[in-house]
């Protein structure tokens, strides 16, 4: 009991420790305008320097993902066709597709997947 109540307090001043050093080491010293500017060489920047995110951009990223999550689903099917049922696995495959048509379907509806508007 001993032991674990040393090491726990170990621990814990250790990591205090360590917090405390690098939360002073890190302080910033000036906060000035022409530190904080994106470009340090003394011009102003004629427009901003980063670009605005795009949403759409987003959507296909998750889409993309989505689909290869259900690609990863799919393909253990294949191997499973010979250990099951056929109508079985005929009809768990038939309606996973039809599900995954049917949310492709209405994304395309939504007009998630058209790029320029």
């Known amino acids: 009991m001993f032991s674990t109540t040393l090491c726990f307090m170990l621990a814990l001043i250790i990591s205090t420790t360590l917090m405390i050093i690098c939360s002073t080491i890190s302080k910033k010293t000036i906060m000035d305008r022409e530190k904080m500017s994106p470009f340090e060489c003394g011009f102003d920047p004629k427009s901003s320097p980063r670009m605005p ?6 959507l296909i990223a998750v889409l993309f993902l989505i689909f ?49 508007k």
């Open 68 to 116: 290869d999550i259900e690609i990863v689903i799919i393909l253990p099917m294949i191997i499973t066709l010979k250990m099951s049922f056929m109508m079985t696995w005929f009809f768990t495959t038939t309606m996973f597709i039809i599900i995954l048509l049917i949310g492709l379907y209405h994304e395309w509806n939504n007009g998630v997947l058209e790029w320029a």
């Open 53 to 58: 995110f795009s949403i759409q951009f987003f």
